[in-house]
């Protein structure tokens, strides 16, 4: 099994920063890419970030040039970096992964973002 644990949530001003951990244990060899999504009240929940095993990363337009994925192997951790936040990026933020192994996806409990206007 995999576990994942958000952390680094908070209240946050219009166009202030906020970085996110994901701390990852378990089955880590088995995890190849690493997601942040995100749920606002009523809202489906969306995918804001992607991290490949390599590195590589990828966004959706409507975090683009603000959010910033990265992982420490080192420290299986996992970053999700936000600046220039606004009010509609409220939302509780989750960490995810798929496991080849397990055949399923992992999701932590998730972190609160509030962004007050």
């Known amino acids: 099994q995999v576990q994942l644990v958000e952390s680094g949530g908070g209240l946050v001003q219009t166009g202030g920063s906020l970085r996110l951990s994901c701390a990852i244990s378990?089955?880590?060899?088995?995890?190849?890419?690493m997601n942040w999504f995100r749920q606002a009240p009523g809202k489906q929940r969306e995918l804001v970030a992607t991290?490949?095993?390599?590195?590589?990363?990828d966004y959706p337009d409507s975090v683009k040039g603000r959010f910033t994925i990265s992982r420490d192997n080192a420290k299986n951790t996992v970053y999700l970096q936000m600046s220039s936040l606004k009010p509609e990026d409220t939302a509780v933020y989750y960490c995810?992964?798929?496991?080849?192994?397990?055949?399923?996806?992992?999701w932590g409990e998730g972190t609160l973002v509030t962004v007050s206007s």
């Open positions: 995810n992964t798929y496991s080849d192994l397990f055949g399923m996806d992992f």
């Open positions: 378990g089955s880590t060899f088995t995890i190849k890419a």
């Open positions: 991290i490949t095993i390599g590195g590589s990363t």
